[in-house]
T-cell receptor, first 113, second 116 residues
């Protein structure tokens, strides 16, 4: 357990479903991130939140909708996804944005059918 | 346009030997470089980092070398152990597009296999 907890660990959803990924950290960090890891691609930054405010949206399609109700919790709401959105979604936190030590969760393995 | 490149998708070494993982970058404004290690079914974990003003940082069996003129860094693991088998990601810290915050840019990763 790294201090960043992601649920669920695995998710299979149809293209018309709506689901949410959850991330929780109790490290006292102020910044939280969503990353996408697809096969044979770099880790892709999706969103950054600093003190609950979104500071980065890396041209992510609107079918991905983040929510950060407080500095400890981060959600990624999913709707009308495509099969190519199947990937490992990683949450991370750090003391401050771009902090040298990101702590990652174990990820949610998402499969869109 | 990939700013951080790990051109070797995989590397296989014998236990006890040296593992050298390479990373190239294009943005001269990166100020910090990091290596993360990832086991299957787990998130990446921070391994070692180096500031752009240094050329070497050592931590136990792990040493990172930075060559700024070549925009190249490498991670050396000596001696390599079977437990080191994992995917290693190189990352670099720079400002976001708005210049308001830092962010990390990752490479594709290199799968290291250490054979007993």
């Amino acid at each position: 357990e790294t201090g960043v907890t992601q649920t669920p660990r695995h998710l299979v959803m149809g293209m018309t479903n709506k689901k949410s990924l959850k991330c929780e950290q109790h490290l006292g960090h102020n910044a939280m991130y969503w990353y996408k890891q697809s096969a044979k691609k770099p880790l892709e930054l999706m969103f950054v939140y600093n003190f609950k405010e979104q500071t980065e949206n890396n041209s992510v399609p609107s079918r991905f909708s983040p929510e950060c109700p407080n500095s400890s919790h981060l959600f990624l709401h999913l709707h009308t996804l495509q099969p190519e959105d199947s990937a490992l979604y990683l949450c991370a936190s750090s003391q401050d944005p771009g902090g040298r030590g990101y702590t990652f969760g174990s990820g949610t393995r998402l499969t869109v059918v | 346009d990939q700013q951080v490149k790990q051109n070797s998708p995989s590397l296989s070494v014998q236990e006890g030997r040296i593992s050298i993982l390479n990373c190239d970058y294009t943005n001269s404004m990166f100020d910090y470089f990091l290596w993360y290690k990832k086991y299957p079914a787990e998130g990446p974990t921070f391994l070692i980092s180096i500031s752009s003003i240094k050329d070497k940082n050592e931590d136990g069996r792990f040493t990172v070398f930075l060559n700024k003129s070549a925009k190249h860094l490498s991670l050396h693991i000596v001696p390599s152990q079977p437990g080191d088998s994992a995917v290693y990601f190189c990352a670099a810290r720079g400002l976001n597009s708005g210049g308001s915050n830092y962010k990390l840019t990752f490479g594709k990763g290199t799968l290291l296999t250490v054979n007993p």
